[in-house]
């Protein structure tokens, strides 16, 4: 437990440090999100490279074709959250904001096109 805390307090150390905004977020949260985006059944359990094989291209199988690839999938899935999700609060959350549920990606999508007409003006 005390490597796993302190592997997870060095990337908040260095991102308050230098004073980058992150997003403290709940495996739940982003997968109840990959399951609403893929339109998968939310009751059914998660099953990360089974669901990245299925949006995935199938130059890019050979990163979750094994059963251990599983975390390769996650920190896909994770990465794409975050880059959908990097406006949706633009302040660091501090580890408080990962139990409330995010807009849909239509929503977020609308928002960007919003913010690239005004940057457009």
């Not at 599983?70 to 994770?78: E, K």
Request: hydrophobic letters at 40%.
């Amino acid at each position: 437990m005390f490597h796993f805390g302190q592997a997870a307090g060095v990337p908040v150390g260095v991102f308050e440090t230098i004073d980058l905004p992150w997003i403290d977020v709940v495996p739940q949260t982003w997968q109840r999100w990959v399951k609403d985006f893929v339109g998968l059944d939310p009751k059914q359990p998660f099953l990360s490279a089974e669901v990245a094989l299925q949006c995935t291209k199938t130059e890019y199988h050979h990163l979750f074709k094994r059963s251990k690839d599983h975390n390769t999938a996650d920190a896909y899935f994770l990465a794409l959250w975050g880059a959908v999700h990097a406006y949706a609060r633009p302040t660091a959350s501090g580890g408080n904001g990962s139990h409330t549920r995010l807009p849909l990606l239509s929503q977020m999508l609308e928002l960007q096109i919003q913010r690239e007409a005004q940057l457009a003006r």
